[in-house]
């Protein structure tokens, strides 16, 4: 699919609040709302678009964010990254170039929960040489936060226009 100017207002609008209705997508951008509903749609269902619920670990009591870089053994990285993966702690993991193998992000209720998970879960997988933890105090921008550098332009210009108010720091 080709992402024409009417996806790229879609998307910076979506991006702000994903709740936001076909109606008032329509009237800011003005089309129409079946427009936006197919066009909507159609970037879903292509995979340009996901709309979800996130969730604040926060609110959970999960208070402890760590990044951990892992060594292992290269024949079985693939089969090692999957079961690490699995773990509820994990909230990202990615197969890494450069001197660790596996880059994991594990979030805990308390640093003695993070000992734990490296040492009766993390250490006890076959395969992990070596891991390298560091705590996260703050993070400034969230993963999800993230848009194409063509989507922010055309976000930016609705802001201009004030038809976005920008975010304010959280």
């Not at 699919?1 to 994903?18: N, P, T, V």
């Not at 996260?136 to 922010?152: A, C, D, L, M, T």
Request: negative net charge; glycine residues 4%.
């Amino acid at each position: 699919m080709i992402i024409d100017d009417l996806d790229k207002k879609l998307l910076a609008l979506l991006s702000e609040d994903g709740r936001m209705s076909s109606a008032k997508l329509a009237r800011v951008i003005g089309a129409s709302e079946r427009t936006v509903v197919n066009r909507v749609n159609k970037m879903i269902n292509d995979g340009i678009i996901s709309i979800v619920g996130m969730i604040s670990s926060k609110h959970f009591g999960y208070e402890v964010i760590a990044d951990i870089l892992c060594e292992v053994e290269t024949s079985r990285i693939d089969e090692i990254a999957k079961e690490i993966a699995e773990f509820p702690e994990v909230s990202y993991l990615a197969i890494s170039f450069g001197s660790e193998d596996i880059s994991v992000q594990v979030i805990t209720k308390s640093t003695a929960d993070l000992f734990e998970f490296i040492k009766t879960k993390l250490s006890q997988i076959s395969g992990v040489i070596k891991t390298n933890t560091v705590i996260v105090p703050i993070v400034v921008k969230e993963f999800n936060e993230w848009i194409p550098p063509e989507v922010q332009e055309v976000k930016n210009q609705l802001e201009r226009k004030f038809i976005i108010e920008p975010r304010e720091n959280q």
